[in-house]
């Protein structure tokens, strides 16, 4: 083996460069030998470098990124603790006879809560904070194309999740169990039933009132900072049902897995809501109709009292790894647009809803269709709706406000009716390409005013109860004090929504070719910039690939040349 | 003698009246209110037993029809709900307001109920 080791070591090419190495200093350096050394030390560096950068490259090396690094640092010692054990305090041991009483009990001690809280968007369904500007809210002239209006909260159906006892909307009490509870028992029946137990003169209920009493007394000092369930109950919800409005938050988010949401997951980092929406006088911080959830993108770095909501407030505005080029995306593009390749990924959520086919009835009465998921895909009550799952999202420019089509806005009903869309282009600088759910259908509008209608839906002189269309929207309207023509038709609508939980871990963003593709980019419809892969220009075609045949002609015609000169051959 | 075929025909049309009132009511005229609790304190003393884990049913009137829950109460198949010991010891008429329960609340009633 030696023999054939030594051998080896004598082949001719290797002698040359043993010789060539092996020469004495004090031989006198010919410009080929330098040229050669030279030649050899570029190359062996750029070995080297490529290894480095292949290997910063991985995923797998032990360097984290920056923005994780921060974000474990933010989210660091999270646990809440409290100073305070409910089942010992006074006011609260006693027999509630209604839910008015629980609140002047939390009152004594917290003073100033209910004051705080009637000013929130939360109690006045209004996004102003001057409550005679009713332009936008859920009391106001908003409209959305789901169940459409809140009629001034006349409409009691949507008071069920309004955060006052008995659905009495502003004229009411603050509820402060409906966030601050977690035992899950339903309060208002509880003492619906106690007072209908109490009045019916009946001997065998009194041991039931008794139990009831003693499960609000138990159930009520389990206070709580809001939980997943609490905020859910209303926002997983909306529109009606689980997963209707928001394609983003469902039932599924009550108790996640991180594949479904890094954030929330139950085996990830388990974040409650209020962890990103933080509060301040009982105002959460989140997006409010037209007003974006923050003006400004920061860091916990630059400013450690800025709300926690965005992914900028955790992770900088460099969350990838130094050398990555995913962070040369940044200014442009949102985190959700990557890091959400999808939403309704557990639960199937609402795409489309028309209220032009609402009204139909089977045998004289209103009847319900189940589709595909189980879901229903007509009522007689509301009309046709479509649903679907693991949605791939639209993306537009967005700095994060939304504009809004009101009730009181003339619309063009030859066109889609826009009723909330993003706002933004590529020369805001705050704006960022951003994943939407459309939400889209068909709703009443007057043909003379040209006016988005706002029909009355529950309650006696409401749609479900008389199947009056045209009677819902004169009621309904009155409410809100703008007329009606008597006329109406439908036209269709899309509402858009932010997409900005369910975020995916990190492998299963979004690759390259999801967007950088001719064709099905997903920002085919993006406008405002270049996109390498999706778009094409001549110019940059033609100078690219003249380059190219460029540098093999150079290759071709230097082979030859040294071919024909016998080139780097002794004579 | 018209006057008596009058009357006759009265009293036959009101008594004919009144029992089709009487059968054609919308479900069981049980304390749908008194079923609720009735029902909830079954799986209490079930699960102070140790037969059941939580005190929560496990049915809820929302997770059948009107239809179905009228074949499961009228023809006593209480199988499904469990804790069959307590269920024998109820009476006709806590049976009636638990069966009234589950049917205004059934999942195509105007008001489906979960239990908690």
Known sequence: MMKKGGDFLTRPFLKIGLETFEKPMETPMTPRYFLKCCLTVIAVTAFFCSFQAVFAASPENGEEAL????????????????????????????????????TKACLSCHSEAATQFHKTIHWTWLASGDKSDIRYGKAGYSVNNFCISGNAMEDKGCLKCHVSWNKKGVKGEVNCLKCHNSSGLNFIEAFGDIKAFSEDGDPETNDMVKDIQQEIKQAITEVTFPTRKNCGECHFKGGGGDGVKHGDLDTSLTKPNR???????????????????????????GRIYTNPAVETRKSLIEDDLAPKITCVSCHSSEP?????????????????????????????????????????????KPYIEKGPFGKPVYKSIKGEFKWEKNVIPEYFWSNGSQTSTTADDIIDPAQIVKVSHPVGDKTDPEARIFPFKIHRGKQPYDKIHKKLLAPMLSGKRGFWTTFDM??????????LGIPYSGEFDYVETTYAFPITHMVAPKENALNCTECHIRENSRLANITGLYMP????????????WLSVLGALAGVFFHGIGRFFTRNGKEN | MFKKSIIAIMVFMFTIVSFSMAFASDGPDGNKRKGKYTYRKVYKACA??????????????????????KDIFENRKFDEFGCKGNWAELSDKDILDIYSYFYHH???????????
């Open chain 1, 67 to 102: 923005g994780r690094k921060l974000a474990k640092q933010a989210v660091k010692g999270s646990k809440r603790w409290s100073t305070i054990d409910h089942t010992k305090v006074e006011a609260l041991n006693k027999d509630f006879t209604s839910g008015e009483e629980i």
């Open chain 1, 259 to 285: 594949m479904l949401d890094v954030h929330m997951g139950i085996d990830g980092k388990n974040f409650s809501c209020t962890r990103c929406h933080t509060t301040v006088d009982h105002h959460i911080a």
């Open chain 1, 320 to 364: 990838h790894k130094n050398d990555s080029k995913m962070n040369d995306h940044t200014d442009v593009v949102s985190c959700q647009a990557c890091h959400i390749p999808k939403f309704a990924r557990v639960n199937p959520t609402e795409m489309w809803w028309d209220w032009a086919k609402a009204g139909k009835m089977k045998d004289g």
């Open chain 1, 470 to 479: 045209n009677d819902a929207i004169e009621y309904g309207n009155k409410t």
């Open chain 1, 533 to 544: 892969g999706r778009d094409k220009s001549n110019l940059i075609d033609i100078l690219g």
């Open chain 2, 48 to 69: 102070a037993s140790g037969e059941v884990k939580s005190t929560t049913p496990k049915m809820s009137p929302a997770d059948k029809t009107m239809k179905q829950w």
């Open chain 2, 106 to 116: 059934a999942s195509d009633s105007p008001t489906p109920a979960k239990c908690q």
